[in-house]
């Protein structure tokens, strides 16, 4: 999306490229600083909320949630818009997405998401997913755009019946089509819930065809992938491709491998939640993507 | 309201009760346990999660789906033909059981 660029912009703009900068001619026939380099954007990545969930560590997942919200909404520079990484709800159940929606309608920056597992439980958990957040550009759930001379792709990893995470081919024909579309030189951020790569096999954090996108990832000099479902912060590469995994508004769980099984830290002292729950601000600037993750306490 | 609530009746009362299960199967620690069980035709199954986080019970043929299972929730389902039924969990789809009906 191109922006008109304030004069400070371009000043500053000027002082980090030299004489690099490349002009082109607008349709107004006006020159203008190509759009990718003169914006600087942040939006905010928020995941794994399980609203409806009422166990240790968490028995109140609205208030942490609502935590999270109130201190985008308190930010000095509105985020662009704020994406949920999915499990928004945790039994797909329509009080418990109302309950959600009921919260993230607060927010004063547009809401974006994709869905976690736990969003989709069967036929029913499909249709009221969709009946809450269906976008009229995403017939299938999955979506791309363009803000801040970045592109973004929401993949949808969880909707195959017997396989998680899996992307499926109809939507890896899109994402090919998609990406095909784009300059290498365009900074690309990918969301996902299921990581895309291979965190633990054991526990099923991996996508099953998760590695063609990876793949196709490749030829850009500047992609980072945003996920969630693991409820921890992770950094992990692969060629020129950063994942960075969020952590949840609701509860951790173990570092992979380090417990009998996956699911919620039930013995966490309570006074320790918060430190385990996080927003995280995201700024693109140029080329570069800065990743910031706030802890809620 | 009239119409919700004779349907929530109608739900609660089945025509034909649901027998007292003769095999409970447990969600525990992401595993359903135990995983492979043996029925005669007619016996019922429940299963029970005893885990923090949430599960499901899904056939892999589409046979019967328990929708989402919080802590402590149970799902029975009565197994009428005689058979092998390979089921999962649709949240954690590692999580894998079979009902052999004889």
């Known amino acids: 999306m191109k922006r008109a660029m304030k004069r400070t912009d371009f000043l500053e703009h000027v002082g980090w490229t030299g004489l690099g900068l490349a002009y082109t001619i607008g349709a107004s026939g006006l020159v203008t600083a190509p759009a990718s380099a003169a914006d600087t954007l942040t939006f905010v990545q928020i995941s794994d909320s399980h609203i409806g969930f009422h166990q240790a560590p968490n028995t109140n997942p609205e208030s942490t949630l609502k935590m999270a919200v109130d201190a985008i909404n308190a930010l000095p520079v509105q985020p662009k818009f704020v994406i949920h990484t999915g499990d928004v709800t945790h039994l797909s159940k329509p009080a418990q997405y109302d309950s959600a929606k009921q919260i993230l309608g607060t927010l004063r920056a547009p809401l974006m998401v994709i869905p976690g597992e736990h969003d989709v439980i069967g036929d029913d958990g499909l249709k009221t997913y969709f009946q809450n957040f269906a976008r009229k550009d995403a017939p299938g759930g999955w979506y791309s755009f363009d803000l801040g001379g970045a592109h973004y792709v929401a993949i949808v990893n969880v909707f195959n019946f017997e396989k998680m995470g899996l992307i499926g081919k109809e939507q890896l024909d899109w994402v090919r089509k998609d990406l095909a579309a784009q300059k290498s030189s365009t900074p690309i951020i990918v969301f996902g819930h299921v990581p895309l790569y291979t965190v633990y096999q054991p526990w099923g954090w991996l996508t099953e065809d998760g590695a063609q996108v990876i793949s196709m990832l490749q030829r850009f000099d500047n992609v980072t992938v945003l996920n969630g479902h693991i409820h921890q912060i992770l950094e992990h590469t692969e060629g020129k491709v950063q994942f960075r995994t969020a952590a949840g508004t609701a509860y951790p769980q173990p570092a992979p491998g380090m417990a009998a099984a996956p699911g919620p830290v039930a013995d966490l002292p309570p006074d320790k939640l918060l430190s385990t729950l996080a927003y995280r601000q995201i700024t693109i600037d140029g080329g570069k993507i800065a990743l910031s993750d706030k802890m809620l306490g | ?86 089921y999962f969990c649709a949240l954690h789809p590692y999580m894998k059981g079979t009902v052999i009906v004889q």
């Open chain 2, 1 to 86: 309201m009239p119409f919700l609530f004779a349907a929530l009746i109608a739900q609660a009362s089945p025509a034909t009760p649901i027998p007292k299960p003769a095999v409970v199967v447990h969600m525990k620690n992401f595993a359903f346990a135990p995983a492979t069980i043996h029925v005669k035709a007619g016996q019922a199954v429940e299963w029970v999660n005893d885990d923090t986080d949430a599960h499901t019970v899904d056939s892999t043929d589409k046979l019967f789906d328990s929708g989402g299972l919080d802590t402590h929730e149970q799902y029975t389902h009565v197994f009428s033909k005689a058979g092998s039924f390979a």
